[in-house]
């Protein structure tokens, strides 16, 4: 029996084709990456523990003018406020679920964005420009939420901790 060297290589095409599955883009990503990532997230999560809130009664969608300066003093001394998108991009990439990890990365930059804006607008005295960022804070930490959960993230998980 003669074999070609058309049949090797279309043989060596489907043998190489099958015995590689690649990985899935979406849903939870590998368990392995869920640890690290909960690893790195965990030491941001005592932040604000020895750096009281000024104001324990402050309404933030209703907050007084006078309280804001000092509210954004104090959001812009906690460097997680500054560091999420660095430390979320700094993870890496999963090899399981990159779209799913993609939605979550993405949705942290815009909460960072949206936070660096409230912290503007507190520092500024800008009562209106900071009441407008407390909803859109609210909605992108529900949407975290959600994305965290998709990545795979416990609900008590240092990063949905951290980050909804």
Not at 7 to 31: D, F, M, N, R, Y
Not at 139 to 158: E, M, N, P, R, W
Request: with cysteine.
């Amino acid at each position: 029996m003669r074999v070609t060297l058309a049949a090797l290589c279309v043989t060596a095409i489907v043998l190489t084709g099958c015995s590689s599955k690649p990985e899935p883009k979406t849903g939870p990503v590998e368990a392995a990456f869920i640890a690290a990532a909960n690893n790195a997230c965990e030491p941001f999560l005592d932040q604000g523990a020895n750096k009281p809130f000024p104001y324990p009664s402050f309404d933030a969608t209703n907050p007084l003018v006078t309280q804001l300066p000092a509210a954004g003093k104090y959001y812009d001394g906690l460097p997680i406020n500054h560091q999420e998108l660095n430390l979320v991009t700094a993870m890496g990439k999963p090899k399981r679920g990159r779209d799913t990890w993609n939605t979550f990365v993405s949705l942290v930059g815009q909460e960072q964005d949206v936070v660096s804006k409230q912290i503007k607008a507190a520092e500024a005295s800008d009562k209106a420009g900071f009441v407008a960022t407390v909803s859109q804070v609210a909605a992108l930490a529900k949407q975290i939420d959600t994305a965290a959960a998709a990545v795979g993230f416990a609900k008590d998980a240092s990063c949905t901790q951290l980050f909804g």
